[in-house]
């Protein structure tokens, strides 16, 4: 017990290094954004936009970017988006992962279960492209193989402004097709 007591008081405190505080410029473009999405969701809602989340078979990378966006920091309900655990209060589908063989009736029953006009869109490059895993015994592929999607937000995994970017498309997307 004497000896570990006189290492830790010879070697002292290890630690890292102090995070450096956040980039005012992202700090800027997040509330651009934000308040950008805010407008467009009043707009075509007038209330909040409720997500419901799906992971077809992904490795949680894009479920932990997705997770940041409730973080303080990010804080996405104040822009007026929620997550929902029930498709049928949703009026998007964010789904990430390779949609596994397994998770393929689930996925088409929860899109079914989503109210009409509905938005899908597909996080990671899993769910844009099938990834590194494609089409397999075990794999659809890509989540456009299941149901249509109406945006892809690329990247390994996509960063929260990424995400955000994605949820503006959505909109952009959706005044195009009217």
Same mark, same amino acid.
């Given at each position: 017990?004497?000896?570990?007591?006189?290492?830790?008081?010879?070697?002292?405190?290890?630690?890292? %290094?102090?995070?450096?505080?956040?980039? $005012?410029?992202?700090?800027?473009?997040? #509330?651009?954004?934000? /308040?950008?999405?805010?407008?467009?969701?009043?707009?075509?809602?007038?209330?909040?936009?409720?997500?419901?989340?799906?992971?077809?078979?992904?490795?949680?990378?894009? #479920?932990?970017? =997705?997770?940041?966006?409730?973080?303080? @920091?990010?804080?996405?309900?104040?822009?007026?988006?929620?997550?929902?655990?029930?498709?049928?209060?949703?009026? %998007?589908?964010?789904?990430?992962?390779?949609? !596994?063989?397994?998770?393929? $009736? %689930? /996925?088409?029953?929860?899109?079914?279960?989503? *109210?009409?006009?509905?938005?899908?869109? %597909?996080?990671?490059?899993?769910?844009?492209?099938?990834?590194?895993?494609?089409? !397999? @015994?075990? !794999?659809?592929?890509?989540? #456009?193989?299941?149901?249509?999607?109406?945006?892809? =937000?690329?990247?390994?995994? *996509?960063?929260?402004?990424?995400? /955000?970017?994605?949820?503006?498309?959505?909109?952009?997307?959706?005044?195009?097709?009217?």
């Amino acid at each position: 017990m004497f000896r570990i007591l006189r290492q830790a008081l010879r070697i002292g405190v290890i630690t890292e %290094a102090a995070p450096q505080p956040p980039d $005012t410029e992202s700090d800027a473009e997040l #509330e651009q954004l934000g /308040l950008q999405l805010r407008r467009r969701i009043d707009a075509r809602f007038g209330r909040s936009l409720a997500i419901r989340q799906v992971d077809a078979g992904s490795c949680n990378a894009c #479920e932990l970017e =997705i997770h940041a966006l409730n973080n303080p @920091y990010y804080d996405l309900e104040r822009f007026g988006v929620q997550f929902v655990a029930s498709p049928r209060h949703a009026d %998007a589908l964010l789904v990430t992962g390779v949609v !596994s063989r397994h998770m393929e $009736t %689930a /996925l088409r029953r929860t899109w079914r279960a989503t *109210p009409a006009l509905k938005f899908v869109i %597909a996080v990671g490059d899993c769910a844009c492209s099938g990834g590194e895993f494609g089409v !397999s @015994y075990a !794999s659809c592929g890509a989540v #456009e193989q299941v149901i249509p999607v109406d945006v892809k =937000i690329s990247g390994c995994p *996509p960063t929260p402004l990424a995400l /955000l970017r994605g949820l503006l498309a959505a909109f952009d997307d959706e005044l195009n097709r009217q």
